[in-house]
T-cell receptor, first 115, second 116 residues
Framework: AQKITQTQPGMFVQEKEAVTLDCTYDTSDPSYGLFWYKQPSSGEMIFLIY??????QNATEGRYSLNFQKARKSANLVISASQLGDSAMYFC????????????FGAGTRLTVKP | DTGVSQDPRHKITKRGQNVTFRCDPI?????LYWYRQTLGQGPEFLTY????????KSRLLSDRFSAERPKGSFSTLEIQRTEQGDSAMYLC??????????????FGAGSRLTVL
């Protein structure tokens, strides 16, 4: 069965610094996708970044990068140059179905950016 | 297109009443999903449509829950005989493929249900 674990309920970071949010996963399927979503207080889930299990390079999207360590089954999100607007809940998610019919989410990490 | 729309945003109801939520996906997306999110947790998958066909349902979706997507456009999620344990945020999402081939879900702002 698939499982996503986020062990950090809350994280603090100083504005303009980098922060790493941890995510580990468990699956026996060799083909899977890993996603990170941001959920601000308004409630809407915002897609940030995607990593496929066969992708050779770590995914990057602007200030977001995904530190994918396949052997360790980890997919940590790195946010560089944190901004006050980055304060939100962050969810790691995984799907082993190519069509993402059953995407599983972790419990989330609440990030607070301090001025 | 303004994204995925959900209505109502908030619903307070008494135990035993029926409630219905509506979701309007992004028009060119043929896949539509319903998730439930309780406080402090990540979203949990409920059900999935491709066009008008409901292709998958979670075990979380008891017989009091029914979802439809009659014309392959908007979808409704009805909860009959609501219970206090149904109190949650109900999220709708629709999906498209990115250039990398990933099937990325675009979520609506959710419908928050409170059952008294």
């Amino acid at each position: 069965a698939q499982k996503i674990t986020q062990t950090q309920p809350g994280m603090f970071v100083q504005e303009k610094e980098a922060v790493t949010l941890d995510c580990t996963y468990d699956t026996s399927d060799p083909s899977y996708g890993l996603f990170w979503y941001k959920q601000p207080s308004s409630g809407e889930m915002i897609f940030l970044i995607y990593q496929g299990s066969y992708d050779q390079q770590n995914a990057t999207e602007g200030r977001y990068s995904l530190n994918f360590q396949k052997a360790r089954k980890s997919a940590n999100l790195v946010i560089s140059a944190s901004q006050l607007g980055d304060s939100a809940m962050y969810f790691c998610a995984m799907s082993v179905d190519y069509n993402n019919n059953d995407m599983r989410f972790g419990a989330g990490t609440r990030l607070t950016v301090k001025p | 297109d303004t994204g995925v729309s959900q209505d109502p945003r908030h619903k307070i109801t008494k135990r035993g009443q029926n409630v219905t939520f509506r979701c309007d996906p992004i028009s060119e997306h043929n896949r539509l999903y319903w998730y439930r999110q309780t406080l402090g947790q990540g979203p949990e998958f409920l059900t999935y449509f491709q066009n008008e066909a409901q292709l998958e349902k979670s075990r979380l979706l008891s017989d009091r829950f029914s979802a439809e997507r009659p014309k392959g456009s908007f979808s409704t999620l009805e909860i009959q005989r609501t219970e206090q344990g149904d109190s949650a945020m109900y999220l709708c999402a629709s999906s498209s493929k990115t250039d990398s081939g990933a099937n990325v879900l675009t979520f609506g702002a959710g419908s928050r249900l409170t059952v008294l």
